[in-house]
């Protein structure tokens, strides 16, 4: 299993542009999240997905769209970039959510944005 | 605001010392993890301690959690200077669909 994959590894967009952050598990996990990490701090959630269909707001969820039409893939979407958006933007799934005993969650390797 | 706040921020030890590393929350919690973070990587999953429990062992790694307190304290026994990373406390709200992240433990082990 290749695990959590997230592509591109590094990007570069001008203020304004949009882009896709792509992110698929081969694992079968239900659960799926979107996380951004700030240098020096922890990672803060954007959204996340409980099953195909179902997606919800995370804590900073304003200029991100997100979608989850099958279990593999959950894309992030940023609608006009803004240097505020300069960030490492992680991936991460769980097989299912409460009251599973699993409750661990898997990391992709991130993408590194910057927003000039 | 974060959940999880860690303490100290940074920890500078020589190898074969103790290291600990402590979390407090606000919050009800369903668990309390500890992901541990190497410089440019993805955060790996260490332990985790559900609210029923008081103590947990996992190797050279031993978690307490103290929900009276809303507290929670990492220890990595006999540390090598493979164990330098970052460390991250993280909380799961009772309902399991969401995991936040304090901000973490900066571990450096000298050799």
């Known amino acids: 299993n290749a695990g959590v994959t997230q592509t591109p590894k590094f990007q570069v967009l001008k203020t304004g542009q949009s882009m896709t952050l792509q992110c698929a598990q081969d694992m079968n996990h239900e659960y799926m999240s979107w996380y951004r990490q700030d240098p020096g701090m922890g990672l803060r959630l954007i959204h996340y997905s409980v099953g195909a269909g179902i997606t919800d707001q995370g804590e900073v969820p304003n200029g991100y769209n997100v979608s989850r039409s099958t279990t593999e893939d959950f894309p992030l979407r940023l609608l006009s970039a803004a240097p505020s958006q300069t960030s490492v933007y992680f991936c991460?799934?769980?097989?299912?959510?409460?009251?599973?005993?699993?409750?661990?969650?898997?990391f992709g390797s991130g993408t590194q944005l910057s927003v000039l | 605001s974060q959940q999880g706040e860690e303490d100290p921020q940074a920890l500078s030890i020589q190898e074969g010392e103790n290291a600990t590393m402590n979390c407090s929350y606000k919050t009800s919690i369903n668990n309390l993890q500890w992901y541990r973070q190497n410089s440019g990587r993805g955060l790996v999953h260490l332990i985790l301690?559900?609210?029923?429990?008081r103590e947990k062992h996992s190797g050279r790694l031993r978690v307490t959690l103290d929900t009276s307190k809303k507290s929670s304290s990492l220890l990595i026994t006999a540390s090598r200077a493979a164990d330098t990373a970052s460390y991250f406390c993280a909380t799961e709200n009772n309902a399991g669909n969401m995991l936040t992240f304090g901000g973490g433990t900066r571990l450096m082990v000298k050799p």
């Open positions: 301690i559900r609210s029923n429990e």
């Open positions: 991460a799934s769980k097989e299912k959510t409460r009251p599973w005993p699993d409750e661990k969650l898997f």
